[in-house]
Structure formats: C-alpha cells, structure tokens
C-alpha cells in the first residue's frame, strides 16, 4: 500500500508539472523535454556502464543515445508547434493508457508470456494496451457528442482535425504498438544489465526512463512517419 500510495502521489506531481509546461509556453515545454531527457540520458549510461566494462564502448553508445534524445527533443517540439498542445496531449495520453492497459490487463489476466525480454510482459497484456490506447479518442468523442464542443479545432493537424475515426483509431493502435516496442527496447538493456529499473528518481515508480521509454520511442516515430 506504501509503494501504491508512493506511485499515486508521483503521477498527480508528474502529471501537474507535464500539463503546466505544455500549455504555458514553448518555452518550458523545450525546458521540461531537455531535464527528462538528460535524467534518462544519465540513466541510461549508468546501464550501459554495467553492460559494458569497455569505458569507451559505454560512452559511445550513450553518445548515440544522446543524439537519438535530441531527436526525440526536436519531435516533440515541433508536433508541439505545427499541431498544438492538445494534439502532444492527446498523443500523450494515447501512450500512457497504453501503458496503464497493458499494466491493468497483464496483471488481472495474465496467462503466456509475450517475450523472454521482458517476463513480466505477456500477450493478454499487450491486447489489454492496444485496447486502452483507444480510451484517449473515445472520451474526446464522447465529450464531442454529450457537450456539442468541437475538440478537433484545437488540433491542427490530420488526421484527428478532420475527424476521420478510422484513421485516428489506425494512429492509437500504431502509437501503442511503437510505445511497446520502445518498452521491450529499454526492458532488454536492462535485463542485460541485470537490474529491475532504470533508477530511483521517482518514488514508486524506478527510474525516470521506465516511465518514458514509450514516449521516447513513439513521438519521433509520430514526427518522422506520419507528420
């Protein structure tokens, strides 16, 4: 009960800090995606620290890491600016309820295992993500229906403005599917480095990159495929 409450109290903070640096400028959006970026860079080469004793080897493949976050940094930034900031959180939230799904879905239904990578992972779990990734587009078409607000004008961008349901469901389940890759991606760095999470940044939770391997992983795909 101690690590649930932990884990509540740090997703109400996390959650709060995310909304107010999104929606009060570009400013401290590019301020909040560069101090999660390099507490996940420092993370990271502490694993790779421990996978590899080669101090050189270690460093360049952090140094490729922190090339591929700048990515990340970019991607973020400029859905944030052509699209808009309810755009990034619905993208946001397509991620997290993923995650939430597969967590939920994995843990009362369990059954085979998805991946050696990862054996905490399995098949029900990962349908469970697909699934909740839907969650995001059925509230906002649900608030559409019940309050007559048009949220799509806030979104400036396809294919969510337009309104085509078919291809907004294809981007949740491609988001989730990208989001889980980028889960088994950072899980199988540290099964090798033999450790259950990346840190201990945040209470309850481990480190601060368990929390954004699938944001990481889904917004440059999002950029660089499908904007």
């Given at each position: ?25 570009s ?8 101090i999660?970026s390099?507490i ?5 080469f502490f ?21 591929y ?6 991607s973020?930034?400029?859905i944030h ?5 309810f ?16 967590y ?6 369990g059954?085979v ?11 029900s ?25 048009n ?8 294919p ?6 078919e291809d ?33 940044f ?7 990159l368990d929390?954004?391997?699938g ?13």
């Amino acid at each position: 009960m101690n690590n649930l409450q932990k884990r509540i109290f740090t997703s109400i903070v996390l959650i709060a800090i995310v909304l107010n640096c999104l929606f009060i400028s570009s400013i401290t959006w590019l301020i909040l995606l560069s101090i999660a970026s390099l507490i996940s860079l420092y993370e990271f080469f502490f694993i790779i620290k421990k996978i590899c004793k080669n101090s050189l080897i270690a460093i360049t493949i952090s140094t490729l890491g922190a090339f591929y976050l700048l990515f990340f940094i970019n991607s973020a930034l400029n859905i944030h600016k052509t699209n808009g900031e309810f755009f990034v959180l619905f993208i946001l939230l397509i991620i997290i309820f993923s995650d939430i799904g597969g967590y939920v879905v994995g843990k009362f239904i369990g059954g085979v295992k998805l991946t050696k990578i990862s054996p905490n992972k399995t098949i029900s779990g990962s349908i469970g993500s697909f699934l909740f990734s839907l969650f995001p587009l059925g509230f906002s078409i649900l608030i559409v229906n019940l309050s007559g607000i048009n949220l799509w004008k806030y979104v400036s961008c396809y294919p969510v403005c337009l309104g085509i349901i078919e291809d907004s469901v294809v981007l949740c389940l491609v988001l989730s599917f990208v989001s889980q890759v980028g889960d088994l991606i950072i899980s199988y760095f540290k099964r090798l480095a033999k450790v259950k999470d990346t840190g201990k940044f945040l209470p309850g939770h481990g480190g601060f990159l368990d929390r954004i391997d699938g944001i990481i992983f889904a917004i440059p795909f999002y950029y660089f495929f499908w904007s």
